[in-house]
């Protein structure tokens, strides 16, 4: 008799559950979560991607032997930045480098050999897929068939970084991902921080030249002034 009274108990939850109206805020609230994180990975993607086009714009500049003529910062949108204006380049607008998890975020810079800027990755050569250095620029400076403007973004499926190294990947079999030491994915954990230049990376105090420190606080770049 007990047994069918924790039965019929149990028939009479399940009916009486089943009758009550399903309650679907925490998925809806999973859902915008998800759909601000998105929005914000995004945004910082774009600014990010920005930065590396700057980059490109002030190796440019010194290797063509430009000027800079003046430094305007501004503050909105945030994070704020600078506009760099040269004598002959196009502007280049720098956005304010934003400290995170170095050990989480890619860092894309430059390093000089024979007179050539290259791209890095981590400090690393960023190579192709013949295992070639990518340039910056052209050989005179000049933005063409030798230079490419590689981009960052975060899968978000996987949630791993990935490099475009033409900087025009249009398929999505283009993105590789970004390796560690170990030769395994990096995951976006944590805060993102600048992957191009440091907090405070442009420094416009000299008189004669402007110096641009990168995200490993090491590389500096100086563009004199016209």
């Given at each position: 008799m007990k047994k069918i009274t924790t039965i019929i108990f149990t028939a009479i939850m399940l009916a009486i559950s089943g009758c009550q109206e399903y309650n679907d805020s925490a998925l809806w609230t999973e859902l915008e979560n998800q759909a601000k994180r998105i929005a914000t990975?995004?945004?910082?993607?774009?600014?990010?991607?920005?930065?590396?086009?700057?980059?490109?714009?002030?190796?440019?500049?010194?290797?063509a032997n430009d000027y800079v003529?003046?430094?305007?910062?501004?503050?909105?949108?945030?994070?704020?930045?600078?506009y760099i204006h040269f004598t002959k380049s196009p502007k280049a607008t720098v956005?304010?480098?934003?400290k995170g998890d170095k050990g989480d975020v890619p860092q894309i810079g430059v390093k000089q050999e024979a007179d050539v800027y290259y791209w890095t990755l981590n400090?690393?050569?960023?190579?192709?897929?013949?295992?070639?250095?990518?340039?910056?620029?052209?050989?005179?400076?000049?933005?063409?068939?030798?230079g490419v403007t590689p981009q960052l973004r975060i899968n978000a499926t996987t949630n791993h970084w990935e490099v475009c190294l033409t900087?025009?990947?249009t398929d999505e079999s283009e993105w590789s991902e970004v390796l560690d030491s170990d030769g395994k994915p990096v995951a976006a954990t944590g805060p993102q921080g600048d992957a191009i230049f440091a907090e405070n990376g442009v420094d416009n105090s000299n008189p004669d030249y402007v110096e641009f420190t990168l995200a490993d606080g090491a590389t500096k770049i100086k563009v004199a002034k016209y």
């Open positions: 990975i995004e945004a910082w993607q774009a600014t990010v991607n920005n930065n590396i086009g700057a980059l490109q714009g002030i190796v440019t500049a010194l290797q003529t003046s430094v305007d910062s501004f503050s909105t949108p945030s994070p704020g930045g600078y956005w304010n480098g934003v400090s690393e050569w960023l190579t192709d897929g013949s295992g070639q250095k990518i340039p910056t620029t052209g050989s005179k400076g000049e933005k063409g068939d030798e900087g025009t990947c």
